[in-house]
């Protein structure tokens, strides 16, 4: 029998391109993760004296570039390098402002849009190096893929599954192969994030500290949502673009548009109490109106005395973009209620992510 074997460590550059296999995070995977080469390969077209009419003679590579897209079950910490989950977070913000608490150590990182994510004071000129451990025959290789940059995040919860997190990234080149890191260590299972843990609410939420780097979230007042299933993306328009620099591949990013949807299937019907999903569809036919959504994940594994491993998604205003109701004959209707983000200014923010863990950033 073949041998069969895959896994991945993903360490933060010092300086993007400069690869990072030694300080690594390793992620659980849900799908193989190859990332795609592209290679600007160009046929010749020079008169050199040969019999052109008979077919070219030579091809040229003028560039290279990668792209991945990493499905995992979200753990609030990385094995071996704890943080390099919340780094994975803020190399796709740009930004975050991380504080410990003194006396019970957990920390709290807020991560929000900056609009330059690549000053100095965010992730500055540093990149994510994707170290795919893969069997080679009966020989397992460490192939690293540098200049790693993450484009878009979508967060999937079904009923009866773990929080899912797809992660778009680009990059810059493969090195060559290497003997594999190996001793993986990955996080425990009290830290996945998961369906028994999720609390969706709209309505009243309260911030605590100043905008947009709060340190905690309460929902006094909030209306509970309980849907089949939940999604949630956002895209920070990233673009690589390759330059007159000597290297040839792409050596500059320049950050786009902030873009948020979100996704809600839920029962199609207008309770005496609670969520209507009645309601808010009538309120999409009405007027270009908006609303918010907050999702909180609670492993229940304390980071710190009366703090426990979370992940918080606050979307503090959603335009609604509609979602009719599905009717067979056979079930009860449902509906998937749509969204899209909009900039709100008392927050700072379209979109924010907070995560509660034993680790500082990498």
Same mark, same amino acid.
């Given at each position: 029998?073949?041998?069969?074997? /895959?896994? =991945?460590? +993903?360490? *933060?550059? %010092? !300086?993007?391109?400069?690869?990072?296999?030694?300080?690594?995070?390793?992620?659980? #995977?849900?799908?193989?993760?190859?990332?795609?080469?592209?290679?600007?390969?160009?046929?010749?077209?020079?008169?050199?004296?040969?019999?052109?009419?008979?077919?070219?003679?030579?091809?040229?590579?003028?560039?290279?570039?990668?792209?991945?897209?990493?499905?995992?079950?979200?753990?609030?910490?990385?094995?071996?390098?704890?943080?390099?989950?919340?780094?994975?977070?803020?190399?796709?913000?740009?930004?975050?402002?991380?504080?410990?608490?003194?006396?019970?150590?957990?920390?709290?990182?807020?991560?929000?849009?900056?609009?330059?994510?690549?000053?100095?004071?965010?992730?500055?000129?540093?990149?994510?190096? /994707?170290? =795919?451990? +893969?069997? *080679?025959? %009966? !020989?397992?290789?460490?192939?690293?893929?540098?200049?790693?940059?993450?484009?878009? #995040?979508?967060?999937?919860?079904?009923?009866?599954?773990?929080?899912?997190?797809?992660?778009?990234?680009?990059?810059?080149?493969?090195?060559?192969?290497?003997?594999?890191?190996?001793?993986?260590?990955?996080?425990?299972?009290?830290?996945?994030?998961?369906?028994?843990?999720?609390?969706?609410?709209?309505?009243?939420?309260?911030?605590?500290?100043?905008?947009?780097?709060?340190?905690?979230?309460?929902?006094?007042?909030?209306?509970?949502?309980?849907?089949?299933?939940?999604?949630?993306?956002?895209?920070?328009?990233?673009?690589?673009?390759?330059?007159?620099?000597?290297?040839?591949?792409?050596?500059?990013?320049?950050?786009?548009?902030?873009?948020?949807? %979100?996704?809600?299937?839920?029962?199609?019907?207008?309770?005496?109490?609670?969520?209507?999903?009645?309601?808010?569809?009538?309120?999409?036919?009405?007027?270009?109106?908006?609303?918010?959504?907050?999702?909180?994940?609670?492993?229940?594994?304390?980071?710190?005395?009366?703090?426990?491993?979370?992940?918080?998604?606050?979307?503090?205003?959603?335009?609604?973009?509609?979602?009719?109701?599905?009717?067979?004959?056979?079930?009860?209707?449902?509906?998937?209620?749509?969204?899209?983000?909009?900039?709100?200014?008392?927050?700072?923010?379209?979109?924010?992510?907070?995560?509660?863990?034993?680790?500082?950033?990498?």
């Amino acid at each position: 029998m073949s041998t069969n074997r /895959l896994y =991945l460590a +993903i360490g *933060e550059e %010092a !300086a993007r391109g400069a690869k990072e296999s030694g300080t690594v995070g390793f992620v659980p #995977l849900l799908n193989p993760a190859i990332p795609k080469m592209e290679f600007d390969d160009r046929r010749r077209k020079e008169f050199r004296g040969e019999e052109s009419v008979k077919g070219d003679a030579a091809i040229v590579r003028m560039g290279q570039r990668w792209s991945a897209s990493i499905e995992t079950p979200f753990y609030t910490e990385a094995g071996s390098s704890k943080g390099i989950m919340g780094t994975l977070l803020k190399h796709f913000f740009g930004r975050s402002s991380s504080i410990q608490n003194g006396a019970t150590g957990q920390y709290c990182h807020m991560m929000s849009p900056a609009s330059d994510p690549f000053s100095e004071a965010n992730v500055g000129g540093k990149g994510l190096t /994707l170290n =795919l451990n +893969i069997n *080679e025959g %009966a !020989a397992v290789k460490n192939w690293p893929y540098t200049g790693g940059r993450v484009k878009s #995040l979508s967060f999937e919860q079904e009923a009866g599954s773990a929080l899912k997190l797809t992660a778009e990234l680009i990059g810059q080149k493969r090195e060559d192969a290497e003997a594999e890191i190996g001793n993986a260590e990955f996080s425990a299972e009290p830290l996945r994030c998961d369906c028994k843990g999720l609390s969706i609410y709209t309505g009243p939420v309260n911030r605590t500290g100043v905008a947009p780097d709060f340190t905690a979230f309460s929902f006094e007042g909030a209306t509970r949502i309980r849907p089949d299933k939940v999604s949630v993306k956002m895209e920070n328009g990233l673009e690589d673009s390759m330059r007159l620099s000597g290297v040839d591949y792409p050596d500059r990013s320049r950050a786009g548009q902030y873009k948020v949807t %979100a996704e809600v299937t839920i029962d199609w019907e207008d309770p005496a109490s609670g969520f209507s999903s009645v309601a808010e569809f009538r309120s999409w036919l009405a007027s270009a109106g908006s609303t918010n959504l907050f999702f909180h994940w609670d492993t229940g594994a304390q980071a710190g005395t009366g703090d426990n491993h979370a992940l918080f998604i606050d979307l503090p205003r959603l335009v609604r973009a509609g979602g009719e109701p599905e009717y067979k004959h056979d079930k009860e209707p449902v509906v998937t209620l749509r969204y899209e983000g909009l900039y709100d200014a008392s927050t700072g923010y379209m979109a924010a992510v907070m995560l509660v863990n034993t680790a500082p950033l990498v």
